[in-house]
C-alpha cells in the first residue's frame, strides 16, 4: 500500500507526475493546430495557382477570337506578248474535179485505147464504138438531103415559071430541113462514137471492154483530177466571220506530207444538220504525191492577239462556272478575272481577258476566293 504525501489544504496539485501529464496534453493539441492550418495554407496557395474561379450559373464566359494569318500563295508576274491566232480544224483531201464519164450513144465498143490507172489529157481518146451503123445512117441521110434540095430546087424554079405555086415550095423547104437536120444527128452520133476525156486527169475506174454492147447513159468509167487538191472543211457558225477567201493556210496530211493553200471558198448557207459552213482550200499537187481522199490537219492564220502565256493548271472556274484566272493586286488582294482561249499549246494555253502585267497565282489558287487577303510568294516556286 503506498502513501500519499501530505498535501496543503487547496492544493490540488499532487506530488506524483500529474502535472507533468497536464503539459504533455497541452503540446499535442498545438501540433494538430499547427498542421490543419498548415494544410488550409498549402490549399489556398494550390488554388490560386490554378487559375480556376467558380462563377455563378449567369455568368456569360467570354471568348477571345485570333485573327487568321493570310493564307501563302505562289506568285508569278504575267507579261502579256502578241500572239497569232490560229483557226484549225480537220479536213479531207478531194480531188480538184471528179466526174463519171457516160456514154453517148448505143453500140458495140470496138477499141479501148486506155487502162484504169492511166493519166489522160485533155480531150484524149478513151474509147471508140464500133462505126458501121452510123456510116450507113450517114450515108442514108446524105441521099436524103440530096433528094429535098432537088425538090427544093426545082419546085422554085416552077415558081419562077409560073407553074407551081407557093405552098408547093414551102413543103418542099421543109422537106430540105428535116433532111439538114437528120444529117446533123448523124454527125453529132459519129463524134458520140468516140469516147474522149473530158479533162486531165487519171482514170480511176474503167468498166468498159472491146466487143462490149453499151447503151446510151451508161457510166463507163471515172476520171479524176487531184492537181490541184481541194481540202474540204467544215466551219463552226461562231467561227465562220474569221475566214476569208484568198486566207493562207498550212495543211498536214495524214500521210506525213505538209503544203501551203490558200482558202477559195467560204460557204454561205449552213448544213441543216450540224449548223456549219463548208470551207475549201486549194493545194497544189502537181506531182501527184498526195492522193484524194485522206485525212487532213488545216491550220489557219486569222490575225494576232495580246495574250499571256499560262500554265491551264492555274485556270478555274468562277462562282458563276465563268473560266478564269485568279491573281492578286497592289493591297494582296485576291482579284478573279475571265479569260478566253485564243491559242492552245502542248505546253500551254494563250488567254486574254488579264491586263497587260498581271501577278497570277500559280499555287495556292484553290484555297483562296476572291477579295480575300493573302499572303504573295514571288519567289521560285519550281
Do not use: C
Amino acid at each position: 500500500m503506498t502513501q500519499n504525501s501530505p498535501t496543503t489544504p487547496g492544493d490540488t496539485t499532487t506530488k506524483d507526475d500529474t502535472p507533468q501529464m497536464l503539459v504533455f496534453s497541452s503540446d499535442k493539441g498545438a501540433s494538430r493546430s499547427t498542421w490543419i492550418a498548415g494544410f488550409l495554407v498549402i490549399a489556398i496557395v494550390g488554388w490560386m495557382g490554378s487559375g480556376f474561379i467558380i462563377t455563378s450559373a449567369d455568368a456569360t464566359p467570354t471568348i477571345i477570337r485570333e485573327t487568321p494569318k493570310p493564307v501563302t500563295v505562289a506568285v508569278t508576274t504575267s507579261q502579256a506578248e502578241t500572239v497569232t491566232q490560229f483557226y484549225q480544224a480537220e479536213g479531207q483531201a478531194l480531188p480538184d474535179r471528179d466526174t463519171m464519164m457516160r456514154a453517148e450513144t448505143s453500140g458495140e465498143i470496138s477499141q479501148v485505147l486506155v487502162q484504169k490507172g492511166q493519166d489522160v489529157n485533155a480531150g484524149e481518146v478513151i474509147a471508140r464504138f464500133d462505126p458501121t451503123n452510123n456510116e450507113a445512117d450517114a450515108s442514108s441521110a446524105a441521099e436524103e438531103l440530096a433528094r429535098a434540095q432537088r425538090e427544093f430546087d426545082n419546085a422554085e424554079a416552077l415558081l419562077e415559071r409560073g407553074v407551081a405555086t407557093g405552098d408547093r415550095v414551102s413543103e418542099a423547104r421543109a422537106t430540105l430541113a428535116s433532111a439538114l437536120a437528120e444529117v446533123t444527128i448523124v454527125q453529132q452520133d459519129a463524134e458520140a462514137l468516140t469516147i474522149t476525156a473530158p479533162f486531165a486527169g487519171r482514170i480511176e475506174t474503167l468498166d468498159l471492154d472491146e466487143g462490149e454492147y453499151v447503151s446510151t447513159g451508161t457510166e463507163i468509167g471515172r476520171l479524176v483530177d487531184i492537181t490541184p487538191l481541194t481540202v474540204a472543211i467544215q466551219v463552226p457558225q461562231q467561227s465562220l466571220t474569221r475566214l476569208s477567201i484568198g486566207q493562207p493556210a498550212t495543211i498536214g496530211f495524214i500521210t506525213g506530207e505538209e503544203r501551203v493553200g490558200t482558202v477559195t471558198f467560204v460557204g454561205t448557207s449552213a448544213a441543216s444538220e450540224t449548223r456549219t459552213f463548208l470551207a475549201e482550200i486549194e493545194v497544189a499537187n502537181a506531182d501527184g504525191a498526195i492522193p484524194a481522199g485522206i485525212s487532213a490537219e488545216v491550220i489557219i492564220p486569222t490575225g494576232e492577239a495580246t495574250a499571256h502565256f499560262l500554265s491551264p493548271s492555274i485556270v478555274s472556274l468562277g462562282t458563276d462556272g465563268t473560266l478564269g484566272v485568279k491573281t492578286v493586286n497592289a493591297e494582296n488582294i485576291v482579284e478573279f478575272f475571265a479569260i478566253q482561249v485564243v491559242k492552245a499549246q502542248i505546253d500551254g494555253i494563250w488567254v486574254t481577258g488579264l491586263p497587260d502585267v498581271a501577278d497570277v497565282i500559280t499555287v495556292g489558287q484553290g484555297y483562296v476566293n476572291e477579295g480575300e487577303i493573302i499572303d504573295p510568294d514571288f519567289g521560285d516556286t519550281n
